[in-house]
């Protein structure tokens, strides 16, 4: 089994020595560079940019740069949603976002695991499973989703939040480590 198919099976792969990974993300990080050093204005190139650097891309997403990923590849952004300034995607496994997602700035999805103990640590190990965020969710300014976390659709994640547990669906979550507060209803609407 290659290192690739270890990390996509969600094993422990090696992911600083491996040099068919490391290309991977030297390719990733070019586009990532080019996307962030194309002028705002220059619509069309960023979209032929981000096209390349993200795995899928729906209809209407706005990124703004910087935007910062591993692979790209295993990224997946749903129609109408919108990533601020500062993203990571750290995509060793796939980061599913669904449709109609606001993601506030400074924003890191981060699916990697090491080991806990340093020798195996320095061997250059690591895990990653996958993170999702439902459709319709509204992620906070400076959140980090830690491996393997599903927030649900409908969701509001509060800012500065440390979320390493799933979240569900039509729930407000905040703080360090995030922790649901209350369901969201028809209470909560600006207008009746």
Same mark, same amino acid.
Request: with cysteine.
């Given at each position: 089994?290659?290192?690739?198919?270890?990390?996509?099976?969600?094993?422990? @792969?090696?992911?600083?020595?491996?040099? !068919?990974?490391?290309?991977?993300?030297?390719?990733?990080?070019?586009l990532a560079f080019?996307?962030?050093? /194309?002028?705002?204005? %220059? =619509?069309?190139?960023?979209?032929?940019?981000?096209?390349?650097?993200? *795995?899928?891309?729906? &209809?209407?997403?706005?990124?703004?740069?910087?935007? @910062?990923?591993?692979?790209?590849?295993?990224?997946?952004?749903?129609?109408?949603?919108?990533?601020?300034? !500062?993203? @990571?995607?750290? %995509?060793?496994? $796939?980061? /599913? +976002?669904? $449709?109609?997602?606001?993601?506030?700035?400074?924003?890191?999805? @981060?699916?990697?695991?090491?080991?806990?103990?340093?020798?195996?640590?320095? =061997?250059?190990?690591?895990?990653?499973?996958?993170?999702? +965020? !439902?459709? %319709?969710?509204?992620? *906070?300014?400076?959140?980090?989703?830690?491996?393997?976390? =599903?927030?649900?659709? *409908?969701?509001?994640?509060?800012?500065?939040?440390?979320?390493?547990? %799933?979240?569900?669906?039509?729930?407000?979550?905040?703080?360090?480590?995030?922790?649901?507060?209350? &369901?969201?209803?028809? &209470?909560?609407?600006?207008a009746p």
């Amino acid at each position: 089994m290659t290192e690739r198919e270890r990390m996509e099976s969600g094993l422990w @792969y090696d992911a600083n020595f491996d040099e !068919g990974l490391r290309l991977e993300r030297e390719r990733a990080g070019d586009l990532a560079f080019e996307f962030n050093s /194309t002028p705002p204005g %220059d =619509t069309e190139r960023r979209a032929e940019l981000l096209s390349r650097l993200i *795995g899928t891309l729906g &209809e209407g997403v706005e990124v703004l740069s910087p935007l @910062y990923v591993d692979y790209g590849r295993n990224v997946s952004i749903g129609d109408g949603s919108f990533v601020n300034h !500062g993203a @990571y995607l750290m %995509d060793g496994a $796939a980061i /599913t +976002i669904g $449709a109609h997602v606001f993601i506030g700035p400074n924003f890191g999805a @981060y699916t990697a695991q090491h080991p806990l103990v340093a020798r195996e640590r320095n =061997t250059g190990l690591e895990r990653a499973l996958p993170i999702v +965020i !439902g459709d %319709d969710c509204w992620i *906070g300014a400076n959140v980090s989703i830690m491996p393997g976390v =599903t927030i649900g659709a *409908g969701c509001v994640v509060g800012a500065g939040s440390l979320v390493t547990k %799933d979240v569900p669906a039509g729930w407000l979550a905040m703080g360090s480590p995030c922790k649901p507060v209350r &369901e969201i209803s028809d &209470e909560d609407l600006i207008a009746p």
